[in-house]
């Protein structure tokens, strides 16, 4: 038996899915555009008019963005979860005191190295999110500039057109390494998370996830009560947790295979780490 707790409703899966999938569309047509000789390009450059199915994908799923940020906004507005998420998003003095730490740890300045106890959101987490917000932005004025260049033109000089272009290929390779480098570390090839944080998927992290990257909302959701055993149905929209068997109850009955998976992926972790003296 398992306690564990919400942390992404199936909403947030989906526009966490959506932004995904357009993002990776987005770099990969991008990109294509910029770099059209490159081997990886070929798919895309040697079917009958794949440059004009490049452009007309780059555009739609830019569409898809400018939208799926709408309804975030709205999300964010309009209902108490997307407040919480806005209000526990905001950076503050312990961010940076975590950061700190965080980087005394890693430089092995601290010995033994300190727990450090984080909130709903860690201070990587925050920095993503604000970035995301930014990227959006600056892409998608970017992006319609370049995209209505002779609208743009009849009222602005070219040089504010050269500029915009320039702007939104930097600002692409920023994104595109900042998921590479940043995110892809923090969700897939952190030892205390690989091979995945499984979060985005099934909604849910264990109590030992949680201890280890929010330690501090961990202890908020104990002292308010919603760490009880209740229906996941009560207790998703508080991010209470739940207790449930890793196998169906019922003999004969096949054991559900993602959970059997992750069961067995994180004890082959646990037992790296516990090797590595870790």
């Not at 830019?62 to 964010?76: D, E, P, T």
Request: aromatic share 16%.
């Amino acid at each position: 038996m398992k306690k564990r707790y919400l942390r992404m409703t199936l909403n947030e899966r989906l526009q966490h899915l959506n932004l995904f999938i357009n993002f990776t569309i987005l770099v990969i047509t991008g990109f294509a555009l910029s770099f059209p000789t490159a081997f990886w390009t070929s798919p895309i450059t040697e079917i009958p008019a794949g440059m004009t199915l490049r452009g007309f994908l780059h555009r739609l799923s830019g569409v898809a963005i400018v939208f799926l940020g709408g309804y975030h906004i709205l999300y964010c507005a309009f209902t108490k979860r997307g407040r919480g998420i806005i209000r526990d998003m905001i950076p503050t003095w312990k961010d940076v005191l975590d950061l700190w730490e965080t980087l005394k740890n890693n430089l092995f300045i601290n010995q033994p190295p300190k727990q450090i106890k984080m909130g709903r959101f860690n201070f990587r987490e925050k920095f993503e999110y604000l970035g995301l917000i930014w990227g959006t932005l600056v892409m998608t004025i970017t992006g319609f500039i370049l995209w209505f260049e002779v609208e743009w033109l009849r009222y602005f000089p070219q040089w504010t057109y050269n500029l915009a272009r320039t702007v939104h290929f930097y600002e692409a390779v920023l994104a595109t390494l900042t998921i590479i480098v940043w995110h892809f570390y923090s969700v897939i090839f952190n030892p205390d998370v690989y091979p995945m944080n499984w979060a985005w998927i099934t909604g849910e992290m264990t109590e030992h996830e949680m201890e280890l990257e929010h330690g501090l909302e961990l202890e908020r959701l104990k002292a308010e009560g919603r760490g009880q055993v209740v229906e996941f149905g009560e207790a998703a929209p508080e991010g209470g947790g739940k207790v449930y068997p890793l196998y169906p109850e019922g003999e004969g009955r096949s054991p559900r295979s993602i959970r059997r998976l992750y069961s067995i992926v994180q004890s082959l972790n646990e037992t790296i780490k516990s090797w590595k003296g870790a």
